[in-house]
Every structure is written in C-alpha cells, then in structure tokens.
C-alpha cells in the first residue's frame, strides 16, 4: 500500500535510508515524500520536490533490503504526481539505472564529476507522467 508519509514515518525512513548508501541521503522532512508500507511496516519510501510547474525532481527512493525485488520501487515511482519527473543518478549505480529506464525514464543528460568519494558522472533522466 502506498500513502503520504508522516511524521511518525521518519524513523522507519531513516533507518532505510542508511541501509541503502548507493541513494540520495536528503533531510526527508523538508520535502514530499510517500512510503510503502506492507504489513503494517514502512517497507520504502520516495522523496521529491517541486522544480517548476508539473515538473518534480526525484531525490531518492530506497526500498529496506528485506523488501527488494518485490516491486516496491516500482509502485513508488507509479505514485509520483503527474508531470515530468527528472532524477539524477551514479553512472555506476546500474540496478537505479535499470528500474528507472524499466519505468520509461529516459537519458537526458549527464553532469560531469557530480559525485565525489569517488568521483563519478550524474546521469540524468527524465520521464513524462
């Protein structure tokens, strides 16, 4: 089931969050965010924020391990409002890479040494919802 995250989310979101160092860490509370939930326990969440009219940029999505592969992110990324959705991603992030261009993102660009430690190039996608 997926839903408005709450306050009362954020503990369980964190705990996500650093279970899943290949995402975003962002201060999820200053933004929109949803969670999945399956049992009554927040299995993953999604975080954007508004760029422009109907345009949002998505800075993270993180799914527990122990909820991997059971479609969670995929549901996410099906809740995101309508628009255009934009999100930056590791080059070296390949399974990202993958759920997003499974869910019709495409490349629109790249950003040259974004990431550090190690340095790597941003991929960024884009898809119309």
């Known amino acids: 089931m997926i839903r408005p995250g709450v306050f009362g ?6 705990e996500i969050q650093a279970a899943s160092p290949e995402a975003a860490q962002w201060a999820v509370s200053d933004y929109s965010y949803i969670v999945a939930e399956i049992d009554g326990e927040v299995a993953g969440f999604a975080v ?33 409002p309508a628009g255009r ?28 040494g974004y990431y550090q430690l190690p340095d790597e190039d941003g991929i960024v996608m884009a ?3």
């Open 48 to 80: 954007w924020r508004g760029v422009g009219e109907g345009e949002w940029e998505l800075l993270n999505i993180a799914v527990d391990p122990a909820y991997r592969r059971r479609g969670v992110a995929d549901e996410l990324l099906g809740a995101l």
């Open 127 to 129: 898809l119309q919802k």
């Open 85 to 112: 959705i934009f999100i930056e991603v590791r080059e070296s992030n390949a399974a990202a890479r993958a759920l997003y261009e499974g869910s019709g993102f495409t490349l629109i660009g790249r950003r040259r």
């Open 9 to 14: 989310d954020l503990p369980r979101i964190a």
